[in-house]
């Protein structure tokens, strides 16, 4: 399943106004902070995203949300996978964009 470019566009509005670059990862296309991943519109349906891994749990209480999971792996904290039918107001899509953004401003910049 290729990305959803309608999501894709979505995130581009909400991160108007912000440095990020672009980069396809995860079979999905990335938005990219000081070179590290905020959110991605996922190729398996929804958003990634990556978060405080001393948040996940927490976050993984919020309707629509799962650990991501990359093929066998086990899942990794501080990446998410929002269902897209948690995300399809522009409200609650800006939430998990600005939470990807927060986390990755906080890492070091590639």
């Given at each position: 399943m290729a990305y959803d470019e309608d999501l894709a566009n979505r995130v581009r509005e909400q991160l108007a106004g912000t440095r990020v670059s672009e980069k396809k990862m995860f079979g999905g296309l990335a938005f990219l902070v000081g070179g590290n991943m905020a959110v991605a519109a996922s190729g398996q349906g929804g958003l990634l995203v990556r978060?405080?891994?001393?948040?996940?749990?927490?976050?993984?209480?919020?309707?629509?949300?799962?650990?991501?999971?990359?093929g066998r792996r086990a899942p990794m904290a501080g990446w998410l996978q929002?269902?897209?039918?948690a995300i399809t107001s522009d409200k609650a899509l800006a939430v998990w964009v600005q939470r990807g953004?927060?986390?990755?401003k906080t890492l070091p910049a590639k």
């Amino acid at each position: 399943m290729a990305y959803d470019e309608d999501l894709a566009n979505r995130v581009r509005e909400q991160l108007a106004g912000t440095r990020v670059s672009e980069k396809k990862m995860f079979g999905g296309l990335a938005f990219l902070v000081g070179g590290n991943m905020a959110v991605a519109a996922s190729g398996q349906g929804g958003l990634l995203v990556r978060v405080d891994p001393a948040e996940s749990d927490r976050l993984l209480d919020e309707p629509g949300t799962a650990p991501m999971q990359m093929g066998r792996r086990a899942p990794m904290a501080g990446w998410l996978q929002v269902a897209a039918d948690a995300i399809t107001s522009d409200k609650a899509l800006a939430v998990w964009v600005q939470r990807g953004v927060t986390f990755a401003k906080t890492l070091p910049a590639k």
